[in-house]
């Protein structure tokens, strides 16, 4: 079993990419081998600045150790410092169909009205993550629900290159998808996902948020005036409530069921200051590591140097695979 997920670097984490993805890695390196990287060749597809993306890479790193990523038992690295990852995603872009990216749903979003405007990177993203996972034989994606797509693409390229070419080179991964935080929506529209690019700050709780802010993020909430039900069938025409409920569950390691047990019949004056409460709880000791951690920001590159140094040597067997099967060899 390895796990190989990825995190783009630029914006604030916030509590999805939290409790859909990191914490569950920080679970997971204790059990298997992870490879958790910062997706720096993602986030040029659209325009960065230059000045700011090497701070940017260094903050997010410093913020998955914060969240509990050791880097002494998971190999924590960033994309551009392997080059494995665009060396392969460009024999895998030969292998993808223009007709599969153009069903990507992330793209269509992201691209909206300005399709002829956007760059081909934006395009061939996908493509890129197939290389990521599919680089590192990856059998476990821990992913949120959003990167599904993305992930049955992977395999659908790995089948096709291991068909064509008439090898069985890649590893066909699975998606790992959290039960209660798949998808932890805006807490200002049950309809739309938590999101670093949602104009509106106070839909999101940021993993830097102060505890007043987080606080009033919560208390400020979408929600309706009925109390909480039951059982979870109650919550299925109540999007908020059920973001609400969930958050509570994923951040308490609790099974949803049984916050409603808990809950059921209080209304959400009585619900959120428990759940403030328990965001509070959650965020401060990282806050704190994070400030520590960018004390010093030359341990963090280091950090950054040796996991590339060590999934670059992970990488190369399956490159030079890869290369082997398309008949231009380079040797190992
Ligand atoms: P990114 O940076 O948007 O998000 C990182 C991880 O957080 C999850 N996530 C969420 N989970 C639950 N609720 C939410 N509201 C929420 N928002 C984000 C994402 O699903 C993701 O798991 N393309 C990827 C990065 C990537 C990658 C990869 C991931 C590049 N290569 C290879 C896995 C494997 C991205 O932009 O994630």
């Not at 569950?24 to 600045?49: K, S």
């Not at 039960?179 to 830097?208: F, Q």
């Not at 950054?304 to 398309?326: H, I």
Request: aromatic share 6%; hydrophobic share 40%.
């Amino acid at each position: 079993m390895r796990v190989v997920s990825g995190i783009q670097p630029t914006g604030n984490p916030h509590l999805g990419n939290y409790l859909g993805a990191i914490k569950r890695w920080a679970e997971m390196q204790h059990e298997t081998e992870c490879l958790i990287f910062l997706a720096d060749l993602h986030a040029i597809t659209v325009y960065n600045d230059p000045a700011q993306l090497a701070a940017t890479i260094r903050e997010a790193a410093a913020t998955l150790i914060a969240c509990g990523i050791d880097p002494e038992k998971a190999i924590l690295f960033n994309q551009a410092r392997v080059p494995a990852h665009a060396e392969l995603a460009w024999l895998l872009n030969c292998t993808a169909r223009v007709g599969w990216l153009n069903r990507m749903t992330q793209f269509k979003e992201k691209s909206g009205k300005n399709r002829e405007g956007v760059s081909v990177g934006l395009y061939a993203y996908p493509v890129l993550q197939a290389a990521d996972v599919l680089l590192y034989q990856a059998t476990h994606v821990p992913i949120g629900e959003d990167q599904k797509q993305h992930l049955e693409l992977a395999r659908d390229i790995a089948t096709k290159f291991n068909a064509d070419y008439g090898v069985e080179l890649f590893t066909l991964p699975e998606p790992l998808i959290g039960d209660t935080a798949a998808r932890i929506m805006s807490l200002r529209d049950g309809a739309a996902k938590m999101s670093k690019s949602d104009p509106s700050d106070m839909s999101r709780i940021n993993l830097t948020d102060d505890s007043d802010t987080i606080a009033q993020k919560v208390r400020k909430a979408k929600t309706d005036p009925e109390p909480l039900p039951e059982t979870l069938e109650g919550l299925d025409s109540r999007p908020e409530a059920k973001n609400l409920v969930g958050i509570y569950a994923a951040l308490a390691g609790r099974e949803t069921q049984e916050v409603l047990s808990e809950f059921a019949g209080q209304g959400f004056g009585a619900f959120k200051p428990a759940l403030a409460e328990l965001a509070i709880e959650a965020l401060r000791p990282i806050r704190a590591r994070l400030g520590e951690l960018m004390a010093h920001p030359d341990e963090i590159d280091r950090i950054l140097e040796r996991g590339s140094g060590q999934a670059a040597m992970l990488a190369r067997p399956t490159l030079a695979a890869a290369y082997q099967a398309l008949g231009l060899p380079i040797g190992r």
